[in-house]
């Protein structure tokens, strides 16, 4: 199983970026994923999550009506879409796969399989 995370960089305060997650290894269309972040010096946090459809997402409050995530099983790749970026989004972002059934986790301890994380970097 692979997940390589792409789209992180340098903004400005108040800016966009769109990082992707391309699945290769698994039926990426059977399984929920998720985004969480490491900022330096810091534990990695839930930044939120989607259902294997698509239907059902899950959100951290630091960054509810920011951020959305969403996936495209045709193409193996879940998106983050993240808007008014804040310095206290700055962090490595990471994909991850959920492989159990139910419902939406934000506990990096039951994620399986992990992309290697992309930068952001939000400068004021």
């Known amino acids: 199983v692979q997940l390589q995370a792409s789209g992180g960089g340098l903004v400005q305060l108040g800016g966009s970026l769109r990082l992707s997650c391309a699945a290769s290894g698994l039926t990426f269309s059977m399984y929920n994923m998720g985004w969480f972040r490491q900022a330096p010096g810091k534990e990695r946090e839930f930044v939120a999550a989607?259902?294997?459809?698509?239907?059902?997402?899950f959100y951290a409050d630091s960054v509810k009506g920011r951020f959305t995530i969403s996936r495209d099983n045709a193409k193996n790749t879940v998106y983050l879409q993240m808007n008014s970026l804040e310095p206290e989004d700055t962090a490595v972002y990471y994909c991850?796969?959920?492989?159990?059934?139910?419902?939406?986790?934000?506990?990096?301890?039951?994620?399986?399989?992990w992309g290697q994380g992309t930068l952001v970097t939000v400068s004021s």
């Open positions: 989607i259902s294997w459809s698509g239907g059902r997402t």
């Open positions: 991850a796969a959920d492989l159990r059934e139910g419902g939406l986790r934000s506990m990096a301890r039951d994620y399986h399989y």
